[in-house]
């Protein structure tokens, strides 16, 4: 995972070496250096800039007649710039409601429907009673993908294949739940290979008759800026209230990790690393920048 941006950040506090002490000069040039890793990296233009100011103001600002080398304050100066930037800490999911409803909204092909599969697994591991609901109408191989899952992980899915009313599915599945004492209902739903003002008016319509207490909004890592500008599109209609980021076991360079949130203003709150049930992770900012710095 982001290998090239970890081996470029290497480089860059490599210009550092041998200086003894930190200068406007040397921390110019490897803040720089820092800046043209996070933009190859499809790291945000704006989001780069402000956090390699940030760096830049803070290195400065450090008197380095210490122990530590200009290298080593560097990278930790990185290290705790990027945690910021990413969200600092995790942040839970709501599980409010009876039963909690979980909106999951995102392009097609995003990992929607096997997110949907980790999250009921995950929530399901801690006890809890958790259904799934098929509100993908347009595709019936994507139902048929959800209840193979379902009975992968042993969770009940609710399914109205010749039902094309995706909100009538939903309040049946919730009806459904409130009689079966399931506790958590993970809807599922229809996506878009861009977005467009059908899918958008439909997942809008969705979030507003369920009123769910978290709506997750899925994305694909390895689309790196496009990542970002789908995110902004799909906040903008649904003021969705967490982040997934799927596929960051691929080659993803790490851009839409980094800027996510800075741009949309909205946490990261579980990464998907796999295609199988247990490729799941919460998101640790902390734990994020130390992987990227290697
Ligand atoms: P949806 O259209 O948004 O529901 O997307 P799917 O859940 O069908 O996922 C699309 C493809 O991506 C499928 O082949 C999944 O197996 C794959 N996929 C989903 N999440 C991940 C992931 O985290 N890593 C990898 N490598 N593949 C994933």
């Known amino acids: 995972m982001f290998d090239n941006l970890s081996l470029k950040l290497e480089k860059a506090f490599q210009t550092l070496k041998g200086q003894g002490t930190i200068t406007e000069v040397n921390v110019a040039t490897t803040v720089k250096e820092i800046r043209r890793a996070l933009i190859d990296a499809d790291v945000n233009f704006k989001v780069a800039k402000e956090v390699t100011d940030e760096i ?34 995790n942040e839970e999911i709501d599980l409010t409601g009876n039963p909690a409803v979980i909106l999951i909204a995102g392009l097609q092909g995003s990992g929607k429907t096997t997110f949907s599969g980790k999250l009921a697994n995950y929530l399901k591991k801690q006890g809890k009673q958790v259904m799934l609901v098929a509100c993908d109408i347009y595709r019936p191989a994507a139902i048929n993908q959800l209840q193979v899952l379902g009975e992968q992980i042993g969770v009940e899915v609710f399914a109205e294949p010749e039902n094309k009313n995706a909100v009538d599915i939903a309040n049946k599945a919730i009806k459904f739940a409130r009689e079966s004492n399931k506790r958590i209902v993970i809807v599922d ?15 809008a ?57 800075r741009v949309v203003e909205k946490p990261i709150k579980f990464i998907s690393t796999g295609e199988k049930m247990d490729a799941i992770d919460k998101f640790y900012p902390d734990r994020m920048a130390n992987r990227i710095l290697g």
């Open 205 to 261: 319509s969705l979030k507003e008759a369920l009123s769910p207490s978290e709506t997750l909004f899925v994305v694909d890592s390895m689309t790196g800026q496009d990542a970002v500008n789908t995110a902004k599109a799909f906040n903008e209609r649904l003021n969705f209230d967490g982040v997934v980021l799927t596929k960051l076991d691929g080659d993803s360079r790490g851009g839409a990790a980094i800027s996510i949130r």
């Open 56 to 89: 830049k103001e803070q290195a400065l600002g450090k008197n380095v007649l210490t122990a530590v080398s200009p290298g080593q304050l560097l990278t930790k100066i990185t290290n705790d710039e990027l945690t910021r930037l990413m969200g600092g800490s």
């Open 189 to 203: 739903t229809a996506g878009r290979l861009a977005v467009d003002e059908e899918m958008m008016n439909e997942i």
